[in-house]
């Protein structure tokens, strides 16, 4: 230790040779000296204390970068911190692409099922509706197997829900298949009654004034708008009078009858009357006749004729009853010769 000189500084502490010397522990005098100095100056063992720190455990390795060094790494930071920035700035973006479609095809498939819902809904308890002109017949096939033929001018509608429950106006014959696994009822419904069957073959003929109804085979139950049911049994013809609100016709053993006949293509005349016959082919073909005699009407016709072509028809109509008919303003004239 240097005397009179004045450690203020660490710089004063490190150029000295005895505190170096103390602090290696290399003298027991400068080690005497230094404790009896630092007791003495107390204010100054701070400096003191960082100047042996220095000595004893930190080396320096003074190093200088140059300029060029250090701007190309700032630029290495910069980019690397920008590339950071962009790489979470399409994470976030994908992150929120991804969720915007998933939530899009959500949404898409939520309006898919109630559009098919509604599709399907509307399909199943939507009716189906079969119709036919004057001169044209149509066969329909039912989706459990029955055939209804409808007649010239005539209608049938039912549900998908459920195809066995017809609505009728005009003349159909029914085949019903027997729906042997659920033994379902099979119903045609018209202005004045329900028929129910299982499985059976039988005509219904609808009018303004009346219903008709003619069983071929099987049984079938007539429910009335009367508040009455009538069994009906093969070969049972009945009529029932919509304004009487009655059965007014009730044949038994009706087969050779030809209630149905025009299932072939024709209508057949058994000892019936002009008037009648006309009546039939009116409804057949959509046309009016008017009689010049009254008493026309009465002739008595025995034969067929056809439901699709009306001037042979009446050409045969004609020659067998010896009557003549014209048309006049949109009417059929009936002359008797």
Same mark, same amino acid.
């Given at each position: 230790? &240097? ?6 500084? /660490?710089?004063?502490?490190? *150029? ?16 005497? #000296? ?8 107390? &204010? ?10 220095? %000595? ?28 950071? *920035? ?10 929120? $692409?991804?969720?915007?479609? !998933?939530?899009?095809?959500? !949404? ?6 109630? !559009?098919?819902?509604? /599709? ?34 005539? $209608?049938? $509608? ?12 005009? #003349? ?9 696994? *659920? ?7 018209? *202005?004045?009654? +329900? ?9 219904? =003929? ?21 508040? =009455? ?18 059965? %007014?016709?009730?044949?038994?053993? $009706? ?45 008595? %016709? +025995? ?32 002359? =008797?010769?």
């Amino acid at each position: 230790m &240097k005397k009179n000189k004045n450690y203020n500084t /660490i710089q004063d502490f490190l *150029e000295d040779a005895s505190f170096n010397s103390w602090i290696l522990n290399k003298s027991n005098e400068d080690s005497r #000296e230094w404790d009896n100095w630092l007791q003495e100056n107390p &204010k100054n063992k701070l400096l003191a204390d960082e100047a042996r720190d220095i %000595i004893i455990g930190i080396n320096f390795k003074k190093e200088t970068v140059n300029d060029d060094k250090i701007s190309l790494e700032w630029d290495k930071l910069s980019s690397r911190i920008q590339s950071l *920035e962009v790489e979470k700035l399409e994470k976030d973006l994908q992150n929120q $692409s991804s969720f915007i479609r !998933i939530k899009f095809i959500s !949404i898409a498939a939520s309006l898919l099922l109630l !559009i098919s819902l509604g /599709i399907f809904t509307y399909s199943l308890f939507s009716k189906v509706t079969h119709k036919t002109n004057y001169g044209e017949m149509l066969n329909v096939i039912l989706e459990d197997g029955s055939i209804v033929t409808l007649n010239v001018n005539s $209608s049938i $509608s039912y549900s998908n829900y459920y195809p066995r429950e017809i609505e009728l106006t005009g #003349e159909a014959f029914f085949n019903v298949k027997k729906d042997v696994s *659920e033994n379902s009822k099979f119903s045609v419904r018209t *202005e004045n009654l +329900t028929v129910e069957v299982y499985g059976t073959q039988f005509n219904i =003929k609808t009018s303004s004034d009346k219903t008709d109804v003619y069983l071929e085979e099987g049984n079938i139950l007539l429910n009335l708008n009367n508040g =009455k049911n009538q069994q009906m049994s093969p070969g049972n013809y009945i009529e029932y009078s919509s304004k009487k609100r009655k059965i %007014i016709v009730n044949k038994e053993d $009706s087969f050779n009858n030809n209630y149905a006949s025009w299932k072939s293509g024709n209508l057949i005349f058994s000892n019936t009357s002009l008037n009648e016959a006309l009546n039939r082919v009116s409804e057949t073909y959509g046309v009016n006749f008017s009689y010049n005699n009254s008493e026309t009407k009465d002739i008595l %016709i +025995t034969g067929k004729v056809p439901t699709t072509d009306l001037e042979i028809c009446l050409n045969a109509i004609k020659k067998s009853t010896n009557v003549t008919i014209q048309k006049e303003n949109g009417i059929l004239v009936v002359y =008797k010769n």
